[in-house]
């Protein structure tokens, strides 16, 4: 049987794609230190997508690991982590970056950003404009101190690492490959990545 198609990621932006309940994507950190933002939006209503505060309830954790799944915003189960080789560090507390986002760091033009890939992500799928939930952001280090402090770091995958999710509905996936350069969540030398997806039957 031929190897699912590897879809890329590419530095900086976003790409989506149709999944059908019961099939697996394998997110992949081809180079090891890129935060990639994830979406789930289910295929029926865009208007039910994966929530991270409704995930937390469920997971009783703010760090989701293997075995955890994920549920949209009317509670459902829409994505199950099945298998994770990076180190099952990944963050569910900040927002997508924005414009906002780099113009408070000092940027003075246009600064690509996750809450703009996704729009682009969904738009080419046809699908217009949808709201941008706080994303799943895989790979991303964020520490929380005792006293409920975080802080920035890189991520502790390794290049080639993996994490996988079974659809628990017929759904769209979406990604963004970060592209935070100011800050050091996509390794010390803050230089975006590709990363790379596969659908899975």
Not at 61 to 74: D, H, Y
Not at 131 to 154: K, Q, R
Request: proline share 7%; aromatic share 6%; net charge neutral.
């Amino acid at each position: 049987m031929a190897e699912p198609a590897l879809i890329t990621i590419p530095a900086r932006k976003g790409a989506a794609a149709f999944v059908e309940r019961g099939q697996r994507i394998r997110l992949i950190n081809t180079h090891g230190q890129q935060v990639v933002d994830t979406w789930a939006f289910s295929r029926a209503d865009p208007s039910e997508f994966m929530s991270m505060e409704h995930s937390r309830v469920q997971m009783g954790t703010i760090f989701p690991r293997k075995g955890n799944t994920l549920v949209t915003n009317r509670r459902r189960a829409i994505l199950t982590i099945v298998d994770d080789t990076s180190g099952g560090i990944h963050d569910t507390l900040l927002a997508a970056c924005d414009r906002y986002r780099y113009e408070l760091l000092g940027c003075k033009e246009y600064h690509d950003n996750c809450t703009d890939n996704l729009a682009a992500a969904l738009d080419a799928l046809g699908m217009g404009k949808q709201a941008t939930p706080a994303p799943l952001n895989m790979f991303m280090n964020i520490p929380v101190a005792p006293d409920g402090a975080v802080s920035f770091e890189p991520p502790v995958s390794t290049p080639g690492s993996h994490a996988v999710f079974r659809a628990e509905m017929d759904l769209v996936i979406a990604f963004s490959a970060c592209p935070q350069d100011l800050t050091p969540v996509n390794g010390r030398n803050q230089k975006p990545t590709e990363a790379h997806f596969q659908i899975l039957g």
